[in-house]
């Protein structure tokens, strides 16, 4: 039974590690930022701000070139989306090769990160979950003719609350962006010339990002330890007593008591001549050790349960002795099947003491 609660107890720590590193990794490389940088930026018709009532939606697919060649700021609603196997660095100055005098190798960043038209499932993990600390996603949006239109803005507004994308202007597709479209065609009526880029370029640095990520990481534990200590505290368990507890848990199930004796109390005419705490070698559980003028009685501290509870007639004597470096007292009982119980701690010199007072003698 022990083996298999600390099996038990081991595979719960290992799934806590799981999940906490999973959010560690997530915090670092996957949380949205973005609303950081645009904290204040307000409505308007600039780029990246939330529309306002001058700002026009684009409806067909004639009015995309009208508000290109017009350069009219535009948006749409970010209600039936569809994600595009495109991705592009939110900071394109991140891009170029890097090499890591650790391990002496040459790594590239792209500013374009293109994957399969329909994705695997590798690419659909790696953008929703990874690659979103460096890359914002590419969408396809429904116009209402029933044709669509490519749009680019900052991932997190899709975590905003409402239908709003921000302002954006109509500009001309990239290569890169060409291709993906090319790409959607064959399921969708897309425009493959205009993208409606609604991303305010240049509001962040990607070593400033990472900073911030780790900063709100570090503060994100934090919280949880605190979280943690106060439930702790307000619970009013030690890790001792929650030892303990389970131990009277497994003790519950093989000490039978009767109704009378499962809680201790003093019987009539009956007198205490010590209590004290006192650590029980036999029920592994600290709890109270009682002397009387009639019986001997252990109870234990977080149920309060009764796990000996014998009459001075049925006590054969006692010896003293070490237990861990401290002094220990071991009383034996008369015709019991578990008839020597154990008790070390401080009270243990006073336990001795208590046997003698009582008439109990020591055994050589």
């Known amino acids: 039974m022990e083996h298999k609660q600390f099996s038990a107890l081991s595979i719960l720590k290992i799934i806590k590690i799981i999940f906490a590193s999973a959010f560690v990794l997530w915090m670092i490389l996957g949380v949205p930022t973005g609303w950081l940088y645009d904290l204040g930026i307000g409505r308007g018709t600039e780029q990246g701000q939330l529309p306002d009532q001058s700002v026009q939606t684009v409806h067909t697919q004639d009015e ?16 039936d989306l569809i994600l595009c ?22 790594r590239e960043v792209l500013e374009y990160c293109i994957m399969d038209h329909p994705m695997t499932f590798q690419q659909k993990v790696f953008s929703h979950f990874v690659g979103l600390s460096l890359y914002n996603r590419y969408y396809l ?10 749009v680019y803005f900052d991932d997190y507004r899709l975590l905003a609350f409402g239908d709003e994308l921000p302002t954006g202007c109509i ?5 890169e ?19 409606l880029d609604m991303y305010r370029h240049g509001k962040v640095h990607w070593i400033l990002d990472f900073a911030i990520r780790f900063v709100i990481c570090i503060a994100g534990i934090a919280v949880a ?8 505290k307000r619970s ?45 070698m036999y029920m592994g559980m600290n709890g109270t050790i ?51 119980h154990q008790y070390t701690g401080l009270a243990a010199k006073k336990l001795q003491g208590w046997l003698e007072q009582v008439g109990i003698r020591k055994l050589s």
């Open 236 to 280: 009013g368990r030690s890790a001792e007593e929650v030892k303990n507890a389970a131990a009277e848990r497994k003790a519950a199930k093989v000490v039978k008591n009767t109704q009378d004796d499962s809680k201790f109390a003093l019987r009539k005419n009956e007198v205490v001549v010590g209590c004290a705490q006192i650590y029980s």
């Open 64 to 79: 995309v070139e009208d508000f290109f060649f017009q350069n009219t700021p535009a948006t749409v609603s970010k209600n």
């Open 141 to 150: 949006a429904p116009l209402d003719d029933g044709s669509y239109i490519c």
């Open 171 to 175: 500009r001309p597709a990239e290569p």
């Open 85 to 106: 196997p495109l991705m592009r660095l939110r900071d394109k100055r991140s891009a170029g090769e890097f090499k890591d005098s650790y391990s002496k190798t040459t």
């Open 177 to 195: 962006e060409k291709k993906m479209l090319h790409l959607m065609t064959a399921d969708y009526e897309v425009n493959t010339a205009y993208v």
């Open 290 to 340: 009682y002397v009387t003028d009639q019986r001997v009685c252990f109870k234990g501290n977080v149920f309060g349960y009764v796990y000996l509870n014998i009459a001075l007639s049925d006590i054969s004597g006692y010896v003293t002795g070490r237990a861990l470096l401290t002094r220990s007292v071991t009383i034996y009982a008369i015709d019991q099947k578990n008839n020597r």
């Open 225 to 232: 330890v605190e979280v943690h200590e106060k439930k702790s």
